[in-house]
């Protein structure tokens, strides 16, 4: 029998898996906080700062959060475990990312009922990507 098959290593993920995961995660929560800044009125190409500063508290919350948590360190990053896990993540750093852009140091604020919005965009985004792409691999496997 093949080693691989016994001891479950194709169900763990290469280095260059765990970064494409990083990314794109990092890549999704970017894109969902940018969204809300243009269907607000914002225009990421005439305030290109000002997005930044949109974007920064809750990729820096997602990054922080997510590598504290082991997410890019566990065997299957999209599994069942792993998405009970991104949600749980996502909800602390959605806190994190609300808090830094609520303090001094970015601009912007985080009233009612944004933490639900952001907080719940963000669940569907993350696990959304991560169960298409679990289904996509079970496929293809």
């Known amino acids: 029998m093949d080693t691989a098959v016994q001891t479950g290593a194709r169900d763990r993920p ?3 898996e765990r970064v494409g995961t990083a990314a794109v995660d990092t890549l999704l929560v970017a894109g969902f906080v940018l969204f809300g800044r243009i269907e607000h009125g914002g225009n990421p190409l005439a305030e290109p700062l000002a997005s930044l500063e949109t ?6 919350g997602w990054l922080a959060v997510a590598l504290l948590a082991g997410i890019y360190t566990r065997d299957r990053p999209v ?9 749980v993540a996502w909800i602390a750093a959605a806190n994190v990312g609300l808090m830094l852009r609520a303090s001094p140091l970015f601009e912007g604020s985080a009233t009612w009922p ?4 952001i907080t ?3 669940l ?3 696990l959304g990507w991560r169960l298409g792409y679990s289904v996509y ?4 496997e």
């Open 114 to 117: 944004f933490p639900l919005v």
């Open 124 to 126: 569907l985004v993350l």
């Open 120 to 122: 719940g965009f963000g």
């Open 137 to 140: 691999r079970s496929a293809t």
């Open 14 to 16: 290469t280095g260059r």
């Open 55 to 60: 974007i920064a508290p809750f990729v820096i």
């Open 79 to 87: 599994g069942r475990d792993g998405l009970r896990l991104t949600a």
